[in-house]
């Protein structure tokens, strides 16, 4: 049993998450993606549509959030869909979208 005053110390694996989490919401095109794959399974084609951007930045945010188990897609055909991965991480990004709409 701890004591009151001991402090768990974060292990360095868990430090690296943490702030590869926080460094892929500190990117705007990345938050909107995640914001974006809260409604609904989407290809890159779908997601490049709906936010402007080209199928190849979408694909390299794809990437970078995949890596971090961030997204997660499945293959219908050949057509890729993506969809989130980390409901943790999905509500993190939804209360900190509500915090910044608060008046």
């Known amino acids: 049993?701890?004591?009151?005053?001991?402090?768990?110390?974060?292990?360095?694996e868990t430090l690296f998450v943490v702030s590869q989490t926080f460094k892929a919401l500190a990117d705007p095109t990345r938050i909107r993606i995640l914001h974006l794959l809260c409604e609904k399974e989407m290809?890159?084609?779908q997601i490049a549509e709906n936010l402007?951007?080209?199928q190849s930045t979408v694909?390299?945010?794809l990437?970078?959030?995949?890596n971090l188990r961030l997204v997660k897609y499945?293959?219908?055909?050949?057509?890729?869909?993506?969809?989130n991965d980390d409901e943790?991480?999905?509500?993190?990004?939804?209360?900190?979208?509500?915090?910044?709409?608060?008046?």
Not at 1 to 12: A, S
Not at 63 to 66: A, G, I, Q, S
Not at 74 to 83: D, K, M, N
Request: charged letters at 25%; aromatic letters at 6%.
């Open 43 to 45: 290809s890159v084609n």
């Open 1 to 12: 049993m701890k004591k009151k005053d001991e402090v768990d110390t974060l292990d360095e």
């Open 52 to 54: 402007d951007l080209r």
């Open 74 to 83: 499945r293959r219908a055909g050949t057509t890729i869909f993506y969809s």
């Open 59 to 61: 694909s390299h945010q």
């Open 63 to 66: 990437r970078f959030l995949k």
């Open 88 to 103: 943790h991480v999905i509500h993190l990004l939804q209360q900190t979208i509500n915090h910044a709409q608060h008046n």
